[in-house]
């Protein structure tokens, strides 16, 4: 057999191994996806195994990650820093070759992938980012940004609505550097595809604008790479279908659903292996194949050293492009942003959603690679960058992106994009569609990405449109996700400082805010850095604590007043980051809620489980505990005890309690 | 004017004035769609405005439901009990005319609508229905079943994943009674659809499988009618695609995204009565409008009584079939079954999905409408009916849904199943992707649908797939979410419990299972409809309660005895379903949790905020805070601290602060 295919049958029987050995994983997909998997990494990417971050690399994205072996096996043979022990350490706890891909942990991959779809949508972004820092870095024989982004996918990924909204906007954009491969294997979990999609994909992409090429064998690696060759002469973006057979290799599994998901079997592999001609050994590499690939990764570290060369020349041409260059790859911010007063400056009572249009101005004056945009909610939202442009395929420097009703994959995207490097992004939706995108931001937040999510009409404030619209759990939920700060400001002072968290945070935000205007404070600027703070203490000792976020300090604060009149003083703690009060010291913590001081009562228009862990077994939340509904927000939110009458009563009650 | 005509338009006006008289509303989707929505009510749809609950009716979903007021201006004039004062109260509190519409509250009403696109998969769900049924009961002679389905989306439901999902999957089914309107009117909020959209969905739905008609003018009622008499001769689902105006008849508004999302404006409206030919007066209903529509009202309930002759015949003729009707479509359960102890049959150590598993066989055989599947994972969540068949084109008996990679659309589809009637539905997929049918779990609850969700590989307990596998927050999501019971069971006998109470109860029921084997309890069956009960209670007076759900049980257990050769006396309290023991008396809460015991030791493998509520401010909890990681789940437990040791050392502290 030639090198071609013995390079491809190593990376067979390397899938079958890994999980053989680790007697868990997906052997099927990655050993009928060999041949593309090769085709791509040893001749149709450019990409460095030396410098894996390489800023202009074809970017990568295995939509269907649990064919991870394939890219282990492709990454390692490649030189990259992926040994042959992680291979065989393949799913075990603290190797770089977990269950599906993991960015920012293996060396090499782009993103993580783990729910279906959602990998196409993470490519549509990091294709979005590459048209727009092209078209504001590129000069005439200066192609700086220049590369593609290839994604492979499944027909799991196929069924999933993430990705039918994804490459519908990659159609509309004409992501003519977006290259899917779709793995057309005929073959699901529960058997056939047939039982659950007779759909004809090709004939769908041509719908949304794509370029088609339908291959005849989807294991035949030169036919993968003319199609290739051929998607990149095309405008549009393209999908290359290549039918393959789950599982190729192993005569007993091959075209089967039980390929898929557990280990062929030992027997089953030495069989493969006899079968396509390769040794019998685990773990099987030969000199040649090593070599063979060793050329491909050595003319793709050329690459990306004439890539650097390039840039050197571009610095020098382009002078003044250097900072800039900077400035937006290293993703900081202007130096004197944080101390800049005019940023909090928010003197009336306003709706957080119309303060965070203000500092989305404020900054994106400041913060040139700010980019984002809502999912067709940009009037509502209030996320237009004024003088930013549309984003479009005719204008790739437009600031203001047009997602359409696509939450779940606007959030895939913004991974995307903030994947790439380059740009700061922000996406928008009325808060209670959070639901449609849930797990693209647990996605962001297991990748750390600082993607900020602005959520607007908050809670039952929302009003007319009713229960579906009113969020009540959402705010539980999100708060409950690790690593997602969720930032609930309670006027323009305290938007601001969440803005600023949100830019400074390696992690995402969510920026949680109302449709209805809000008093303005005094001592609500900075201090929301801590998360929680005392807002406006009691005179003396405190008999209460109120605490509450957003929409609900300002019946406490109301209510504080209501107190005095009985003799009741009350200290209101407006808390609207409670992932950041819970990330402070103890002497913090415990002077702003005193460890004693257990009459505490919380206010929330949202479910009272995030609270019960600062109100304990003694005190009270005032919380949204069923579904709102449809009439104005000022009789909402009076109805359901949003009040500071309400407070004072349940709060007298609370003092009661823990006096007696 | 023709009284098709002035029909159409008086439900324009009527639909202009709600909004008007809100001041708050969308009036230029009810506008545009006014024809179709003509059309349907008064000539396409078998409905009786005299028995909205016919079950034979032809059902209609309002997929953009921002549109409300157009079904409610249909209902009102079609003689339905939604008087003139309901639509002069749109949107205001107590009204039966809700922001958007919602089920259950407004006669006529189908389903609640909300998020976009749900109402599509909604609607395919009614069409499986109908098929499920039509198969079992219909006799030669006897279309006892026999309806159709419609439904009117707009772009948005066109742009979200959901209803991609949910048509592929008509597509593949064949089911030709679905007839969806699409209104195409080329308009979103944030401007043209085109800068969103620049797809060809005819061509889409093509790939899809459906049936397509494209309209020159979607205000012409007749062509609106004469293509949905055409949809009913193809044996595929039918698409119509109906070019709209939004906004139609005002002239400063027509076209344009200002009439998607508030009032008109008064002059607007004056403007638009006179271009119209309408007189100006507010809500203004003619006489021979009102008639021309009693008609056609009176033409529906004569169907609905000859449907009851029909249907007394039918029973007269085949009456073994009365008491399964009855029994199907009352939703009753076998009389014997809650008392039936072979239900609580686990004696031995079993992962819960597979407890599950066992369930559903002993249910399948005594509930013949027990109906339901899995987003391609049933071999792992343990779903199929064995026996039941698979539910296709071909065989509408089959009681195994192959949903496909389509968790959203699932559960979507799943509520409208529900909602049809004569149907039990479960549907399931792995717990972590719950987050993408996040919110059509939330309308289940808000409809008051139980839809059972089967929801496995429930923790960290997942193992090698890694931290996107492994749910961490989901648990604390979702008991947030009002309307749910989410139950964790720790055995088979909890398992058992869980379903019945699945089965019982008015609401949707979340059953939260394990990948692991678990051990099984004495005394875990029954007791567990509480919610919360003493598994295994102290010797004596409890030193420290210990309490958990699920998989956290067994290293309680375990704990326990552990704790007495330390002189420790532990309580080990089991927690499947935080919902129900909140439900309970405080009598009973307080023997089982005495309010004056304060040292608690709660243990999960997911967010501890659910917990506080019962450990309060003095006891702690031991719970997953970080996203998991790629390895054998016996490891993750441990290192993570899911062990009886690590609750010993937490619980001793516990004992020690609550001393101190």
Redesign the interface.
């Known amino acids: 057999m030639d090198i071609s295919e013995k390079t491809i049958h190593t990376i067979r029987t390397l899938a079958a191994d890994m999980v053989q050995k680790?007697n868990?994983?997906h052997p099927g997909a990655p050993m009928g996806l060999a041949p593309a998997g090769y085709a791509l990494y040893a001749h149709a990417m450019n990409h460095s195994p030396a410098h894996p971050e390489w800023l202009n690399r074809d970017r990568f994205v295995l939509s269907n990650?649990?064919a991870g072996a394939l890219i282990y096996a492709l990454l390692h043979l490649l030189g990259y820093r992926l040994s042959m022990d992680e291979l065989q350490s393949f799913?075990?706890?603290?190797?770089l070759t977990?269950?599906?891909p993991?960015q920012g942990h293996t060396p090499g991959v782009d993103t993580?992938?783990?729910?279906?779809?959602q990998g196409v949508a993470n490519a549509v972004g990091f294709a979005i980012a590459e048209t727009m820092l092209a078209a504001k870095f590129n000069r005439p024989g200066f192609p700086v940004i220049d590369h593609y982004t290839y994604a492979i996918c499944g027909?799991?990924?196929m069924?999933?609505?993430?990705?039918?909204?994804a490459v519908?906007?990659a159609?509309?954009l004409a992501l003519g550097k977006m290259i899917l491969l779709y793995d057309d294997n005929g073959i699901?979990?529960?058997?056939s595809t047939?039982?659950?999609?007779?759909?004809?994909?090709?004939?769908?992409f041509?719908?949304?604008?794509w370029h088609v090429v339908t291959l005849k064998d989807g294991q035949d690696d030169t036919a993968i790479l003319q199609a290739i060759n051929e998607a990149k002469q095309d405008a549009r973006p393209s999908l290359i279908i290549t039918p393959t057979l789950i599982g190729y290799g192993c005569e007993q599994k091959e075209g089967k659903?039980s390929a898929h998901?557990e280990p062929l079997g030992k027997e089953n592999v030495a069989a493969m292996k006899r079968r396509l001609g390769m040794p019998p050994d685990d773990f099987y590499v030969s000199d040649d194949v090593y070599q063979h690939l060793a050329q491909a990764a050595q003319a793709g570290n050329q690459k990306e050293a004439a890539w650097q060369d390039l840039l050197c020349r571009y610095f020098k041409t382009y002078p003044d492009m250097k900072d800039e260059w900077n400035a937006w790859f290293a993703c900081e911010l202007p130096k004197d942003l944080a101390d800049d007063e005019a940023l909090y400056d928010f003197p009336k009572a306003m709706a957080t959603r119309i303060c965070s249009y203000e500092m989305i101005q404020r900054l994106a004056a400041r913060i040139p690679n700010l980019v984002g945009g809502?999912a067709?909610?940009?009037?509502?939202n209030k996320t237009t960058i004024n003088g930013g442009g549309?984003y479009?395929a005719e204008n790739r420097l437009g600031r203001n992106i047009?997602?359409?009703?696509?939450e779940?994959?606007m959030a895939a995207m913004a991974n995307g994009m903030a994947l790439h490097g380059g740009l700061r992004v922000f996406c928008s939706t009325f808060f209670?569609?959070s639901?449609?995108m849930?797990?693209a931001m647990?996605?962001s937040?297991?990748m750390k990405l600082p993607v900020i999510y602005i959520l607007t009409h908050d809670s039952i404030g929302v009003?007319?449109?009713?229960?579906?619209?009113q969020p009540?759990?959402h705010l539980?939920?999100?708060?409950?996700?690790?690593?997602l700060d969720v930032f609930r400001p309670a006027d323009g002072h305290e938007t601001a400082a969440a803005w600023l968290s949100a830019l400074n945070r390696r992690r995402p935000t969510c920026l949680i805010l109302t449709r209805q205007d809000l008093p303005s404070y005094t001592g609500s600027g900075k201090a929301a850095f801590r998360g929680a703070y005392i807002l406006k203490d009691s005179d003396g000792a405190p008999d209460i604590l109120l605490m509450a976020s957003g929409s609900e300090v300002a019946p406490l604060m109301e209510a504080r007043e209501l107190f005095k009149i009985s003799g009741v003083d009350a200290r209101v703690i407006s808390v609207p980051c409670m992932e950041l009060f819970n990330e402070q010291d103890e002497a913090y913590k415990h002077q702003v809620m005193p460890?004693h001081m257990?009459a505490r009562l919380a206010m929330e228009a949202g479910?009272?489980?995030?609270w019960?862990?600062y109100t304990?077994?003694?005190g009270s939340v005032i919380a949204?505990?069923?579904?709102g509904?449809?009439?104005?927000a000022g009789?909402?939110l009076e109805?359901y005890g949003f009040t500071a009458g309400h407070a004072v009563k349940a709060g007298e009650q609370v003092i009661k309690k823990n006096r007696g």
């Open positions: 680790a868990s994983g990650g649990h799913r075990q706890a603290g190797s977990p269950g599906h993991e993580s992938t783990g729910p279906l779809g027909d799991g990924c069924m999933e609505g993430v990705c039918a909204e519908s906007l159609g509309t699901s979990i529960e058997g047939d039982i659950a999609m007779k759909e004809d994909i090709g004939l769908r041509q719908a949304y604008g659903a998901g809502s067709d909610l940009a009037p509502s549309d479009s047009h997602f359409g009703v696509r779940h994959a209670v569609f639901d449609y849930k797990n647990r996605m937040a297991m009003g007319e449109d009713g229960p579906t619209h009540v759990e539980a939920g999100l708060r409950a996700m690790p690593g460890p257990r479910s009272a489980m995030p019960y862990q304990g077994l003694d949204m505990e069923e579904f509904q449809s009439a104005p009789f909402l109805k």
